[in-house]
């Protein structure tokens, strides 16, 4: 396996008033190897989105990545880069797919054009071989008539259409990593069901690692190779997704899973978390998840580091420590 | 079980004003619907986006004046009343949105919010509201204290269940919830859902439950209607409307919510291109475009499928007898 990007001790802050400042990402490592899609999880707030943005510095201001975080991309050291050297990084080696297409794409240019403009951006090539190239990838991302589709502007499309606009262009440059923000929450259903196909294939195909940002644990569950659960600006949980699922471990997980309605199986109450996600400016002392933790206990005043729960499967809460802590579903 | 609301041909078309738009064909939100709610019953009307649900909740309120039908709650004919009648019957029928922050006034207290409807409606004298007040925010689940608060001091599933203790301030019998759970997060949606239901058991509320994600539909709706391009094309008690899906389209969105359990390997059917312009439906049945039943013909594209009963539910399919199910799908159908 190649390591393709290795995050470490991500803190980002941003000014809190009177010289203070929070950190909605707070300690956050990961890493990403050749072909491997892995699912950053969490609720509104957790620092997910963040955590993609710093992958290409685009943290937006006063926001700032802090002193002692790691971002390595292969051999390269991307929060060393600055004006080219990052341009070089942006795009063409770390691709990006936000929730939302109509906001990124520009509506007074055809949707050939702003392909078009990031092969050319990456590639030296005549125009009309960045054409061939932009049609290609509008096929590969199964867009109808790609043709005429090529002289089409963004509001002309739909929802979906969009994202395999999106897609395209974030292929265009063949980055070796695609982070995929929410892709497919601004969609329905059954156009979700489109997009998730078209990033699966995708990524068998060109080999690329896909950094997956959702909030569904639905979407993880068909997809993800291994996945890591967020909360309160940190990873709480973290294993494969095999494993997360037939053994969630961290009280919050388990209450994720509690709290998802399902399609199949027995119709029981739902058994939702108590209170409310913290603001990331009062993070709570000590474990982070303790004022709505149904197992919280006197170590967790202390704030767990990732613990290991079996082989290859941490977690940021005091019962690892506890051979029966864990309660297996 | 008699029906507190019956819809009858529900028809709502929004002409598409403008500048440019003089011969644009109107956008038919709403054509033809009909469906009854029971007290103390949740009908749910599930679809994606455009296929008009947010329109029928809208329009049997009278936020939105309808192109056509009737709407008969509680033997009053909610399209023939005038204005003050209205008002008396809002009392009765109340509505909870998606994003409660867009419905709360920024400059008023959420005591005065949830205040107001009994004020307007006289259901109690001044000296008791504060006290009604503190119940309502209880019985939602909040510290009463909070009346004093502003709304932006509130997460989003504390705004929802001040939207809730407001719609319920008025006693109404009947709530439209359009996508009351949609923008909020998992662990919260959950304690939503649980309130919404021990809500209708405690006080025999009726509900339209307005909402896309059929697996959140499953834990409240004692019915689903489905709905595509301003039609219903199934509707059925909600067990057998899961289990036993007639409509392709129901079985095409049941096989498209992604399940969180890597070991339920259903059969995924995607179905291909998008949903058509309802301001301009395909003739025939409205789903042909994009059906995948195995035995659609020229006849789907000329007839109108009509609402009948097939095996358990009510389906709209000319051949909703041999709809194939997520199980049975033949690999040649999922591209």
């Not at chain 1, 054009?113 to 590969?140: N, T, V, W």
């Not at chain 1, 474990?287 to 767990?304: A, D, G, N, V, W």
């Not at chain 2, 000296?127 to 007040?133: K, L």
């Not at chain 2, 013909?297 to 194939?324: D, F, G, I, K």
């Amino acid at each position: 396996m190649t390591r393709v990007l290795e995050v470490q001790n991500l803190r980002i802050s941003f000014p809190a008033g009177n010289q203070q400042r929070f950190y909605p990402v707070d300690g956050v490592s990961f890493s990403l190897d050749r072909g491997e899609t892995l699912a950053l999880v969490g609720e509104s707030g957790c620092g997910k989105s963040l955590t993609s943005l710093a992958l290409l510095q685009l943290v937006p201001a006063p926001g700032r990545i802090e002193e002692g975080s790691v971002i390595q991309l292969g051999d390269t050291d991307v929060l060393g880069l600055s004006g080219e050297a990052l341009r070089q990084v942006r795009g063409r080696r770390i691709g990006m797919v936000f929730q939302d297409p109509m906001t990124s794409l520009n509506p007074v240019f055809t949707v050939g054009d702003q392909i078009m403009e990031g092969i050319l951006a990456h590639f030296k090539m005549p125009r009309s071989q960045a054409r061939d190239r932009a049609l290609q990838l509008l096929q590969e991302v199964g867009i109808p008539d790609p043709t005429s589709r090529l002289q089409a502007y963004p509001h002309q499309l739909s929802g979906g259409m969009r994202q395999r606009v999106m897609i395209a262009i974030a292929l265009s440059a063949e980055p070796e990593i695609l982070v995929a923000d929410e892709p497919t929450t601004a969609l329905d259903v059954t156009v979700q069901a489109q997009i998730l196909e078209v990033l699966d294939r995708l990524r068998a195909s060109r080999g690329m690692a896909v950094l997956l940002i959702t909030h569904d644990l639905g979407i993880v569950a068909g997809r993800a190779d291994r996945v890591a659960v967020m909360y309160a600006g940190q990873i709480v949980e973290e294993t494969q997704t095999s494993r997360l699922f037939a053994n969630p471990s961290h009280p919050y997980t388990q209450g994720l899973f509690a709290s998802v309605p399902r399609l199949t199986g027995p119709l029981t109450r739902l058994t939702p978390i108590g209170g409310s996600v913290p603001a990331p400016t009062a993070w709570p002392s000590g474990c982070r998840f303790r004022p709505r933790c149904p197992k919280s206990f006197e170590k967790s005043e202390l704030e767990p580091p990732l613990l290991p729960v079996e082989p290859g499967h941490r977690m940021r809460c005091w019962l690892a420590e506890q051979p029966n802590g864990i309660h297996h579903k | 079980m008699s029906a507190l609301l019956q819809v009858r041909d529900l028809v709502k078309y929004y002409q598409s004003g403008g500048l440019f738009a003089r011969s644009a064909p109107p956008v038919r939100a709403v054509d033809g619907v009909s469906f009854e709610v029971a007290q103390g019953e949740t009908l749910a009307l599930v679809g994606e986006s455009g296929c008009g649900k947010s329109s029928v909740g809208r329009t049997i309120l009278r936020l939105q004046e309808p192109t056509r039908g009737k709407a008969i709650f509680d033997g009053v004919d909610v399209f023939a009343l005038e204005r003050d009648e209205l008002r008396r019957l809002r009392r009765r029928m109340q509505i909870i949105f998606q994003d409660p922050y867009s419905s709360l006034n920024p400059r008023m207290t959420i005591g005065a919010a949830i205040a107001e409807g009994i004020e307007i409606h006289r259901l109690a004298p001044k000296a008791e509201i504060p006290r009604r007040v503190a119940a309502l925010l209880e019985e939602v689940g909040l510290d009463p204290g909070y009346a004093r608060r502003y709304p932006h001091e509130f997460s989003g599933g504390q705004r929802q269940r001040i939207g809730i203790a407001r719609a319920l301030g008025v006693e109404p019998a009947f709530i439209v919830c359009d996508e009351p759970v949609s923008a909020l997060d998992v662990s919260v949606q959950a304690q939503v859902l649980n309130l919404l239901g021990d809500l209708q058991r405690h006080r025999g509320l009726s509900y339209l439950f307005i909402a896309h994600d059929l697996a959140v539909v499953r834990q409240i709706a004692h019915r689903i209607a489905v709905m595509y391009l301003g039609r219903i094309v199934e509707e059925g008690a909600t067990d057998q409307l899961l289990s036993d899906p007639r409509h392709p389209y129901t079985v095409a969105l049941l096989s498209a919510v992604p399940e969180p359990n890597p070991s339920v390997r259903r059969s995924r059917i995607v179905l291909r291109g998008d949903l058509p312009s309802p301001s301009n439906p395909p003739p025939g049945c409205p789903f042909h475009t994009r059906c995948f039943h195995p035995m659609k013909n020229e006849r789907c594209r000329v007839e109108v499928p009509l609402l009948r009963p097939v095996q358990l539910t009510m389906a709209a399919c000319h051949y909703a007898e041999s709809t194939p199910q997520p199980s049975e799908m033949a690999a040649s159908l999922i591209p």
